[in-house]
């Protein structure tokens, strides 16, 4: 499976099965769907990521789509390869909650910096929202619900939140952690 990723072979599918819980027809149809996208077999260009997840992510934001081409492009060659893609969906969709926190988390510290600063709390503040929404919660509720758990977290001398701190007061929230759909029933919006 390089970089051209046009054919998946049963040994690929195998290996893919041991690092995920994806099955063999999941497996199968991701890459179908990637395929789709991925217009000159070298792997997905940014445009072509953008196409992909700008359907599924309607709520992000561009820099916050580039932001999570680059954590995906593992080896930073301008191309997500159908590893690289799979390794990531699965950390979106399967892994466990606080995993998903520590992807969210690197996707909006835009300055990778290790810490949130007001602005980039702003936007995962606005993502909730937008998304809390959609699943059908009160928007007034979820604002202030949100806003009250971003600003109940420490911050350093500059008024980031550290990541440690983030993914330790998000993840024993439930409800922050549903209104980003990080529960196992969301994970069908995905695969």
Known sequence: MGQGNSKLTNDDIKKIMSKTNYSNEQINQIFKDYQ????????????????FFSIRFKDYDDASILQMFKIFDSDKNGRISFK????????????????KLSFLFD??????????????????????????????FDVSQAGSF?????????????????????IKKASVNDTFVRMLCFYQSYDTLLY
Not at 116 to 129: F, R, V
């Open 36 to 51: 789709s996208v991925n217009q000159d077999s070298k792997g997905l260009s940014l445009e072509e990521f953008k196409s």
């Open 84 to 99: 690289e893609f799979i390794g990531a969906l699965f950390i979106i969709t399967k892994s466990p909650v606080p995993d």
């Open 107 to 136: 996707t909006f510290d835009i300055d990778n910096n290790g810490f949130l600063d007001l602005e980039e709390s702003y936007n995962i503040l606005k993502l909730a929202l937008n998304t809390s929404v959609g699943l059908g």
């Open 146 to 166: 949100a806003e009250g758990l971003l600003n109940s977290m420490n911050r350093n001398s500059q008024g980031g939140i550290t990541k440690e701190e983030f």
